[in-house]
């Protein structure tokens, strides 16, 4: 039978390269975002090439009461959620503490830590009930070391960090694994989106080197999925190998 992943900003990025990734290994896949228009060409493209079956979720994950809705409306052969993938989340702005914008600040702790927090605790029950899933975190080196006007972005990401142990401590009982994946820059529309489509902006970020491709990411989120039940990589840092850190990259 296959396994079921439960993936969220699957419109983009590590998202939509991690539900290829798994739709390829024959998973099926719930595929989640705002963009409903991209998820239903998503769903069309991977149940046409691989032949699995895909369920759509729009919405948006600040939104408490629609996250519990949504996830609360799924068909109960859609609640078998086997792996979640906490992926949905955002940078915005690039500024210095005393100068950024707080609405910006807002909507990243709104989308990063509380989003993650919400489709947690509502996809939590379908797995507590099977005892038995998987929740997969992207953190981001961001987390790891806070660098140069990323404050509140880092903030958020240190706080995915952290809440992962939490969780990992706390859903053991449950036969729940946690793992936090921690990527350094890859090449996605997540610089368009925190730079807010300024292109020039946005491409000077990976000028001068080979950054990781959302595909590269995706492929480790698999791997992390794919490991036997007893075995769970708990935390994993992954950069392109010009990066050194969250802060220091060689363009040479
Ligand atoms: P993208 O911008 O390409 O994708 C982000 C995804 O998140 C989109 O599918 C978007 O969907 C979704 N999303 C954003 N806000 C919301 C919301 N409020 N509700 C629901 N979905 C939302 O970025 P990446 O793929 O690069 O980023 C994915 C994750 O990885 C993020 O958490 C990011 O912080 C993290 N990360 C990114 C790195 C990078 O260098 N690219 C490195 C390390 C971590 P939609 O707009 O349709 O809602
Ligand atoms: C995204 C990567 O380097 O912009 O988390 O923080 S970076």
Redesign the pocket.
Known sequence: MSKLVFITGATSGFGKAAAEVFAANNWNVIITGRRADRLQSIKTELETTYGISVYTLAFDVQQKEAVFATVQSLPENWQTIDVLVNNAGL?LGRDNFDEAVMSDWETMIDTNIKGLLYVSRAVLPYMTKRKQGHIINLG???GKEA?EK?NV?CGS?AAVDSISKGMRIDLLPHHIKVTAIH????ETE?SMIRFKGDESKAAA?YAGYMPLSAKDVADVIYYCASLPAHVCINDLVLTCTAQAN?FYTYKG
């Open positions: 940078a981001s080196t961001a660098y990323g972005y990401k990527p350094g820059a890859a997540f970020v969250s």
